[in-house]
């Protein structure tokens, strides 16, 4: 079994919206990305501007149409994560239950951030914290989030603390911000493969679409790289959404990319920044995922750390806490715009995705501690990542599998094309059943609306022991040999000789 870097830290030292979703395996939540099993008898219900509601369930007496729509997405997610949620592995209670290498969050730093957020400092009561607060977020933490951002995004010069709102994730972002900037039934535009659950973060309250811009694995033209987006691709996506009666208002990106890794150049941002103003479009950026690059050679770089954005009133950037500090649960996430009118819109939503007082606190707490952040968390945390990442692509590399993988984030894009002999998407679909029927869950290419049948998304941010024994199972299904396998006894268990830290 391969070793996880450890050190002793007690202390510091264009689918437009009718295809695009009812094809999709959504999720509900942060949590879920897609990673679950799409119905393929299953329609997403016809709401306008969303899909068919013929395909209704029958029981819809106490439902309104949103409701349905509400309630479709939530039953459309049923058999993966529910399936692992009623059979989840565990080392000593179920070791033959389901590993989880669907699931995109940080598993691998619950000792350092146990430890920071049970310090003497993180533990206080006043009474401003048990009362309403201004709904952007208390000023004290929006001071911080734009310190932290500033640093950490390398702005050309101080963010602003006025530009900041602060919510319960980055679920209730994405479905804020589509509310707040586009009517029903207008789109965003989105590269494909990308995190699928944005599908339902925007349509749910905004009935809003996803205009995808399908990008492929082969490079072509003047591309170098699989799966690249371009400016030409983007106002190909565009002329077809037009062409279909579509109104595009914005332009999703993800940087660093989910699935792919991919991360955007500085060059390549700006040039799908001045598209974005060309044609009077909003851009939601997403770094979710900007402090979980773990290779340094990656060269990641911020859309705040622009000299110049091309349209600062429409560009809408985002961050949370859920994957670079693995804190999915605590429920976290922030928006930077200089838009004013954007923020107070956003922020009226907090109404309803405001966070408590004592967790703005602890995150505060959290965020202005530099030290600890730069010298024990984002080092050792990188450290594992690395070696987590290492094993995994080894494991796929003696598999002969091929892979795309940048250094960031946690997962790496899995080509097993060659395990489905006719190509095609109901192939991609039993394949992964057979890996569930083997206990392991992945995500699949359909879930992020890829359009080649046979990517995979395998998340590697897990403990040693899990990710050893994931990927064993894994071996067995593409081995034709499934069955289910428990950890082995512990005489046997022995760190692979290869396998580097």
């Given at each position: ?18 295809t695009?979703l ?12 897609g ?26 007496s ?6 349905r ?34 699931v ?6 619950f ?9 003497s400092?993180?533990?206080?009561v006043?009474p ?6 201004d ?8 001071e911080?989030v734009a ?8 702005s ?14 980055g679920?209730s ?6 509310t707040?900037l586009?009517?029903a ?17 925007v ?20 591309d170098t790289?699989p799966?690249?987006l371009?400016?030409?691709k ?28 991919d ?7 700006q ?20 402090l ?52 107070t ?48 692509s ?28 006719k ?17 392991v869950?992945?995500?699949f ?8 049948p046979?990517?995979f ?30 950890d082995?006894p512990?005489?046997?268990s ?8």
């Open positions: 079994m391969f070793t996880l870097p450890q050190k002793d830290f007690s202390a510091p030292t264009t689918c437009l919206g009718p695009c009812q094809d999709l395996g959504s999720s509900h939540g942060d949590d879920l990305e990673e679950c099993s799409r119905k393929l008898d299953q329609k997403l219900p016809e709401l306008p501007g969303v899909g068919d509601s013929a395909m209704l369930s029958p029981d819809t106490y439902l309104s149409s949103r409701g729509m509400i309630k479709w997405f939530w039953d459309s997610a049923e058999e993966g994560y529910r399936t692992y949620h009623m059979d989840e592995y565990d080392e000593n209670k179920n070791p033959s239950g389901i590993i989880n290498l669907g995109s969050e940080n598993k691998l730093c000792d350092l951030l146990s430890w920071r957020l049970s310090q400092d993180m533990q206080r006043e401003s914290l048990l009362q309403y607060a709904w952007r977020g208390h000023l004290f933490l929006r911080e310190k932290f951002l500033s640093f950490y995004c390398k050309p010069a101080p963010l602003r603390p006025e530009n900041v709102v602060v919510l319960n994730g679920a972002l994405f479905s804020a911000l589509a707040v586009c009517e039934g207008e789109a965003f535009l989105i590269p494909t493969p990308y995190y699928g659950a944005i599908t339902q973060h349509c749910l309250y905004g009935n809003v679409r996803l205009a995808c811009v399908y990008l492929d694995s082969e490079v072509t033209g003047l790289r799966f690249q371009t400016v030409e983007l106002e190909m996506a565009l002329r077809e959404a037009h062409s279909e009666g579509v109104k595009v208002k914005g332009l999703i990106l993800i940087n660093p990319q989910n699935p792919l890794g991360i955007y150049s500085p060059e390549e941002l040039e799908y920044l001045v598209f974005a103003k060309r044609h009077k479009l909003h851009v939601i950026v997403d770094e979710v995922y900007m979980s690059v773990f290779e340094e050679s990656a060269g990641y770089r911020s859309v705040l750390s622009l000299e110049r954005l091309p349209d600062p009133q429409r560009t809408h950037v985002m961050w949370a806490t859920s994957k670079d500090f693995g804190m999915s649960g605590l429920r976290f996430g922030t928006l930077y715009t200089e838009n004013q009118d954007v923020a819109a956003v922020a009226s939503l907090c109404r309803y995705h405001g966070l408590s007082g004592l967790v703005q606190y602890q995150m505060a707490q959290l965020l202005r501690d530099r030290d600890w952040i730069n010298q024990v968390y984002l080092p050792e945390n990188h450290a594992r990542l690395k070696a987590a990442h290492t094993y995994v080894e494991e796929l590399r003696a598999l002969g599998i091929p892979f795309l993988s940048r250094g960031a984030g946690f997962f790496i894009w899995v080509d097993l094309r060659k395990y489905l002999p190509g095609t998407f109901e192939e991609e679909m039993l394949l992964w059943r057979r890996f569930l029927d083997n206990k869950l992945l995500s290419g359909k879930a992020f609306e890829c359009k080649e046979g990517w998304r395998f998340v590697f941010s897990d403990q040693a022991h899990r990710l050893c024994l994931g990927m064993q199972r894994v071996r067995q299904v593409l081995a034709g040999k499934s069955q289910v396998t428990e082995p512990s005489s046997q022995q760190e692979p000789s290869d396998q580097r830290r």
